[in-house]
């Protein structure tokens, strides 16, 4: 047998290199959880290990943290034009789900009991695996706020509709059944708007009154939400997930304290959870067991993409604000995550105790009860594996995102910024300035760049600004400190690798300290230069922004040899339209047939590179790359 301490230890290890491997290979990090989970059950048998006693509580914890920061993640402010849509998904669109699934499970289950058990389950879909899929895929704010709500919302609504029909399975009449159907609906729906309420208004206050130091905020906030999920639960079964998503959208929604820091605390903690528990889960199967579901259960799967899932958005959104292509592409967003995972495994687990009971049920539901957590592992893994794979191309042919977004948001708006933003829009490239000085904005516009007028740290730039097309994020403001924190405060939205800032303008030792302790973003431009240096060149030594396209003739040691080494690499655009971003680290040099762009001395107007025939030859269209020097 296996030391409990050795597998502990490969469950938390085999989760974070799983999630790296995943981010380094651009694939959902389900399918490696999944995959490393079977992997495990080749040479440890997880249930002589973990007792299922304390297994299943322990998940049940630790679904009810990654659903609380779920609804930390919710604004209320997004659903002022899609709200009935919202509405509509979550009921209607839940009990067409709910209906078809049973139906469809018919497939695999020979009782009703358990088909429509499957079918209640089913409706969840996957809030850990859709927010990544949108932060790839990009699509309007429109579509990512009704598909973020849902992903979220329904999974405690699912849960309780699971927790329905089990009441209707073990109860001895209908009658008893009905009463008892709502009784427990009833109770959730008061314990969880009660108990969440009344939790976030005393962390709020206690918050506020600095009743509770900062660094025992995130233990305190832990503490109560799985204090309100166990105390709900006991109360009304399931009934804790609803009440832990309440306090999370009450907490997010509130003005009175900041709440960031503990928000990235339990992101860091879901991260975690969520490989570790899908390893854990996955381990106690073979992958083996879904295959032996036969063709039924690849019928079943097939059915739920194509079928169930479209008929149930279309029916649901119809006469809604939501477009058509919108409506269409949320037809195609469901994949099943680790609250399908869980729910499945814990009534599966509470309808195999029901064989040493009294109660009357009948004797098919509880042979095919073993076939409920496989079947849930095989709809997680299609579902997760399709809307991967579809999603990102779905939402460009509907128009709704774009493939590898190039554009910039700009922190700042000042001279300099504005001159990189007019050439990058001349090159085809979609930009976006933020700035507090309306004398800048008003600058801008007069340009005809998009601007908006705010504070890049409020959150107002975060959750309110239309991001699509923008894949980075570049802060050029005056101030160094403005700079750094709104690098962090945009980790929630930009990948770390995309986020840029000025070097701070400090004593080198001071700046190196700096950057071991707090770097948040890399040091932007060619030497990580820094703005008072850029204000220098820029207004006592004329210095101007210009794009040049290299050539054979006109290669980059030409470039070097003509602009001199003051000259500052700002972008290189290379092969696709690919704009690469030049910071202080080394990179290869420029490629003839790239365009760059760069802080140079001007040479006098009308000058332009020295080109060849062939290039002059380029027919020009909107985004094709010049031959000549673009001088703003």
């Not at 849509?85 to 009991?113: K, N």
């Not at 879909?125 to 990009?138: A, E, S």
């Not at 959870?273 to 879904?290: C, G, H």
């Not at 760049?449 to 705010?454: G, P």
Request: glycine fraction near 6%; aromatic fraction near 8%; proline fraction near 4%.
């Amino acid at each position: 047998m296996q030391s409990p301490l050795l597998y502990l230890t490969e469950l938390f290890v085999l989760g974070i290199a799983a999630q790296w491997l995943a981010w380094r290979m651009k694939l959902p990090a389900i399918l490696l959880l999944l995959g490393f989970g079977f992997a495990t059950n080749l040479w440890v048998d997880p249930t002589r290990i973990i007792d299922d006693s304390l297994l299943f509580p322990v998940v049940s914890l630790s679904v009810a943290i990654i659903l609380f920061d779920g609804g930390l993640s919710l604004k209320l402010r997004d659903l002022k034009t899609t709200s009935s849509s919202l509405i509509r998904l979550v009921t209607i669109g839940c009990l067409i789900t709910w209906v078809l699934g049973t139906l469809a499970a018919r497939l695999i289950f020979s009782s009703w009991e358990l088909a429509a058990l499957a079918g209640a389950i089913y409706t969840v879909t996957g809030p850990t695996v859709i927010g990544p899929l949108l932060r790839h895929v990009r699509p309007n704010p429109a579509v990512s706020s009704v598909a973020q709500w849902e992903g979220i919302v329904i999974d405690p609504i699912g849960a309780l509709l699971a927790v329905l029909v089990s009441v209707v399975v073990t109860s001895s009449s209908m009658t008893q059944a009905a009463i008892e159907v709502v009784y427990s609906l009833l109770a959730t729906v008061g314990i969880a708007g009660v108990l969440g309420f009344a939790t976030a208004t005393a962390l709020i206050q206690a918050f506020k009154r600095h009743l509770v130091p900062d660094y025992l905020q995130s233990s305190v906030l832990l503490a109560a939400v799985l204090a309100n999920y166990t105390l709900s639960n006991l109360i009304q079964a399931e009934a804790g997930l609803a009440t832990v998503t309440v306090l999370g959208i009450i907490l997010a929604n509130q003005k009175s304290v900041s709440i960031s820091h503990l928000v990235e605390f339990k992101e860091n903690l879901g991260v975690l959870l969520i490989s570790v528990l899908f390893i854990l889960l996955a381990s106690r199967y073979q992958f083996l067991e879904l295959l032996e579901l036969g063709w039924q259960g690849g019928l079943f799967l097939l059915l739920l993409i194509f079928l169930i899932r479209p008929l149930s958005v279309l029916l649901s959104t119809r006469g809604t604000n939501l477009k058509r292509n919108e409506r269409i592409f949320l037809s195609f967003l469901a994949p099943r995550g680790i609250v399908a995972a869980a729910v499945s495994s814990v009534f599966a687990l509470e309808f195999s105790h029901l064989a040493t009971s009294d109660l009357a049920i009948d004797a098919s539901v509880l042979t095919e009860v073993e076939k409920l957590v496989p079947l849930t592992f095989l709809v997680i893994v299609g579902t997760v594996s399709f809307y991967s794979l579809t999603a990102g191309p779905l939402a460009r042919s509907l128009g709704i995102s774009e493939q590898n977004p190039q554009g910039i948001l700009f922190a700042g708006a000042d001279r300099f910024v504005r001159e990189i933003a007019v050439v990058l829009r001349k090159e085809g490239f979609r930009t976006l300035l933020v700035d507090t000085n309306y004398s800048n904005i008003a600058a801008a516009r007069m340009q005809g760049l998009s601007t908006a007028n705010a504070s890049v740290l409020a959150e107002y730039a975060r959750d309110q600004l239309d991001l699509a097309g923008l894949g980075r994020f570049i802060a050029l403001t005056p101030n160094d400190q403005v700079n750094t924190l709104a690098a962090l405060e945009f980790q929630e939205v930009f990948d770390r690798a995309e986020l840029y800032q000025f070097k701070p303008n400090v004593p080198e030792k001071q700046r190196e300290a700096l950057s071991r302790e707090s770097k948040r973003a890399r040091y932007v431009f060619s030497g990580g230069t820094t703005h008072a240096r850029l204000r220098d060149l820029m207004e006592d030594e004329g210095f101007t922004v210009k794009a040049s396209r290299l050539t054979t003739e006109f290669p980059y040691p030409a470039y070097r040899e003509k602009y001199g080494d003051e000259a500052i690499l700002l972008f290189v655009i290379g092969e696709n339209r690919r704009l690469r971003i030049c910071t202080d680290e080394k990179a290869p040099p420029p490629l003839p047939g790239e365009t760059v762009i760069a802080l140079v001395p001007d040479l006098g107007s009308g000058k332009t590179d020295s080109v060849s025939s062939a290039d002059l030859a380029v027919p020009a269209t909107p985004q094709a790359e010049t031959t000549r020097e673009t001088d703003v």
